[in-house]
């Protein structure tokens, strides 16, 4: 049985930094892409950032372009997502999740295309 499991999370003051981690188990992830996705109250789930399978390529939502960092470790079937410069705004519960399709290079940030989820962490970010 698949399971996705992140931590990290947790309340930080603006400016602040948080590293959050998922940890996968199951089967081996290493040949497919990974994400992490966050949803606020009464908001649809956004993308946030997509790594792929060999950690070479990766992606990011505009809004946390240069203050989010994606990476993985394959070796231990984890992916992380380090967050600095945090602000109000990233306040919301952040989910990672496995891409559909194993190989591929350059994944998107649709939703639609990752069958794997974990429960989220929550991060609150205090003004």
């Known amino acids: 049985q698949v399971q996705l499991v992140e931590s990290g999370g947790g309340l930080v003051q603006a400016g602040g930094s948080l590293r959050l981690s998922c940890a996968a188990s199951?089967?081996?992830?290493?040949?497919?892409?990974m994400g992490w996705f966050r949803q606020a109250p009464g908001q649809e789930r956004e993308f946030v950032a997509t790594i792929n399978w060999s950690g070479r390529s990766t992606s990011y939502a505009d809004s946390v372009k240069g203050r989010f960092t994606i990476s993985r470790d394959n070796a231990k079937n984890t992916v992380y997502l380090q967050m600095n410069s945090l602000r109000p705004e990233d306040t919301a519960v952040y989910y990672c999740?496995?891409?559909?399709?194993?190989?591929?290079?350059?994944?998107?940030?649709?939703?639609?295309?990752?069958?794997?989820w974990g429960q989220g962490t929550q991060v609150t970010v205090s003004s």
């Open positions: 999740a496995v891409h559909r399709y194993s190989g591929v290079y350059y994944p998107t940030g649709r939703l639609s295309d990752y069958n794997y």
């Open positions: 199951g089967r081996t992830f290493g040949s497919y892409a």
